[in-house]
């Protein structure tokens, strides 16, 4: 699928040509990747073959914007420093708030979203659900899954299903939630807001 193409099926529309130009001015590998239990994107740097962004495929447009642009912004620090002390520290969030600056107004977010997005600008984290006003508000705009439910407002103890395994809820951790793999016993830490459908 050719690069534009790919942000006019999942950005918001005028979010598109901003996002685009970004793609053209620093290229990379732009991946849309199925959804993951740890991550919503990353960004990598793998000495000669250039950089690569991946986005989950699942995210509603805006939350696909704001992880687009996270990811960005670790390219930038990377292009500008090469080396940085801490991945989400001064200069990371120095350079979301540079590529974030152009979107923030009501032609491209909602003002349901927009508020607590620039509330949580002031010091982004390393993730938007570190963030629960954003996370709340950028969550109401998904089309819940036929069946599904938000892993956060599942009871512990509950086995559900994720990405074709089964897993018993436990405790949350901040952003994530310690989960037990069924068949292996492992523990395994999921993302708290990912849709996951409850076991038979």
Excluded at 66 to 71: A, I, K, M, R
Aim: glycine share 6%; hydrophobic share 40%; aromatic share 12%.
């Amino acid at each position: 699928m050719e690069e534009r193409t790919i942000f006019e099926k999942y950005l918001p529309g005028n979010a598109v040509a901003y996002c685009y130009d970004l793609w053209k001015k620093h290229p990379f590998l732009f991946v849309v990747s199925r959804p993951r239990k740890t991550k919503l994107g990353d960004f990598r740097a793998e000495p000669g073959k250039g950089f690569t962004i991946t986005v989950n495929n699942d995210l509603n447009p805006y939350a696909f914007l704001v992880t687009y642009l996270h990811e960005v912004a670790h390219l930038l620090v990377y292009q500008r420093y090469r080396r940085v002390g801490q991945p989400h520290g001064l200069a990371w969030q120095k350079a979301f708030r540079e590529v974030m600056q152009p979107v923030l107004h009501e032609a491209v977010f909602p003002a349901a979203i927009l508020t607590p997005l620039e509330d949580y600008l002031r010091n982004p984290a390393a993730s938007t659900g570190a963030h629960s006003r954003l996370t709340r508000a950028l969550r109401q705009l998904d089309d819940q899954p036929t069946g599904k439910q938000l892993l956060i407002e599942m009871p512990e103890g509950e086995t559900f299903r994720f990405l074709q395994k089964e897993y018993i809820r436990g405790m949350k951790r901040r952003t994530r939630v310690v989960c037990t793999e069924k068949i292996t016993g492992l523990k395994v830490s999921i993302w708290a807001h990912v849709w996951v459908e409850k076991a038979e």
